[in-house]
């Protein structure tokens, strides 16, 4: 999946819907299409001007195994505007997320259920007892691609209790250990086995139903052509880098290790041109006149008439090692 998520900044957000509606969503199934649907659209209109990528998860499983649907987003901090130009997008409404979450949700409901007075009160209740809205989690944040994939990696391949969760089974009972979601703490939890195993049971998807879905810069309809810009991207991203990558200069490596720069004189601070490099084992190693940045020939049978000219002349001759105390 590494290879299908932009090398750019995620955000994990995990959208919760209270208690009360829940019973009608676990006798209402296709609604978990709808929850996933309405998280990217409040996503996408969070995000203004740009088109993002992003993929949902639905998870219909709470941690002590009942019945908790809640939608799990992965998007890109930024997007592509209308010139397809590159934009980041580091900042996102919370407030507005919520409402938005909230309002879709309970608008969508009275529209499914227009006949029933239930459902119409409880859709009251929850605009009044939620003013702020319904509680999105926005924390998680990812830097790039790798730890992106491996992000929504785990939410995607995950069961709804691991293994090592069950603490004991003696024929009867199962006892299991959660993390309670409001105090942090472990506790045990103990079902019999037959009410274990219909927790298990109703949390498998219905049949042709796409727990993962992408929506954007990540929709299938766009990932043929998207894999092949994002292969042409990486070739240009290696172009540039092999361009203007270059090795150090002798004279940046000793800045950059000592903090001094060898051609600046200690006493006046101006700076010198190096002539000469003398090792006391390997003899001379650099001569400006032979090694210099001569232009032609002639410049360079200038320079060693000059040199041969001068033997006042004061030269630098610079060791290979630093000696400053």
């Given at each position: 999946m590494s290879t299908e998520i932009l090398d750019s900044p995620h955000r994990h957000l995990v959208f919760t819907i209270p208690e009360q509606l829940r019973a009608k969503i676990y006798w209402h199934r296709e609604l978990l299409k709808?929850?996933?649907?309405?998280?990217?659209?409040?996503?996408?209109?969070?995000?203004?001007?740009?088109?993002?990528?992003?993929?949902?998860?639905?998870?219909?499983?709470?941690?002590?195994?009942?019945?908790?649907?809640?939608?799990?987003?992965?998007?890109?901090?930024?997007?592509?505007?209308?010139?397809?130009?590159?934009?980041?997008?580091?900042?996102?409404?919370?407030?507005?997320?919520?409402?938005?979450?909230?309002?879709?949700?309970?608008?969508?409901?009275?529209?499914?259920?227009?006949?029933?007075?239930?459902?119409?009160?409880?859709?009251?209740?929850?605009?009044?007892?939620?003013?702020?809205?319904?509680?999105?989690?926005?924390?998680?944040?990812m830097d790039d691609a790798y730890k992106a994939a491996r992000y929504i990696g785990r939410y995607i391949a995950r069961p709804a209790i691991?293994?090592?969760?069950?603490?004991?089974?003696?024929?009867?009972?199962?006892?299991?250990?959660?993390?309670?979601?409001?105090t942090g703490e472990t506790k045990l939890k103990e079902l019999p086995v037959l009410q274990f195993i219909g927790r298990l049971i109703m949390h498998i998807p219905m049949k042709g139903y796409q727990i993962v879905k992408r929506y954007g810069l990540y929709a299938r309809h766009i990932r043929p052509a998207f894999r092949k810009a994002l292969e042409l991207l990486r070739r240009a991203k290696q172009l540039v880098f092999s361009f203007f990558s270059r090795r150090l200069t002798w004279r940046e490596r000793i800045i950059n290790s000592f903090r001094r720069d060898p051609l600046l004189c200690p006493i006046c601070g101006t700076e010198m041109e190096l002539w000469f490099i003398w090792h006391p084992e390997y003899g001379v190693l650099y001569d400006i006149v032979t090694d210099g940045p001569f232009d032609d020939e002639q410049a360079q049978e200038e320079g060693r008439e000059s040199s041969e000219s001068s033997p006042d002349e004061v030269q630098l001759y610079l060791p290979l090692y630093p000696v400053w105390s």
């Open positions: 709808f929850l996933s649907d309405t998280a990217a659209k409040v996503v996408k209109e969070s995000i203004q001007n740009v088109s993002a990528g992003i993929i949902t998860v639905v998870h219909t499983f709470g941690r002590d195994l009942g019945f908790n649907p809640h939608v799990h987003v992965l998007v890109t901090e930024g997007g592509l505007d209308e010139d397809a130009r590159w934009l980041d997008v580091s900042f996102l409404p919370y407030t507005k997320l919520r409402k938005q979450w909230q309002y879709y949700l309970l608008t969508e409901l009275r529209k499914r259920f227009p006949e029933r007075n239930d459902v119409s009160q409880l859709i009251d209740k929850l605009f009044v007892g939620y003013p702020n809205g319904f509680y999105v989690n926005a924390e998680s944040k691991a293994e090592s969760r069950i603490q004991s089974y003696d024929g009867r009972a199962v006892t299991f250990s959660y993390e309670d979601h409001e």
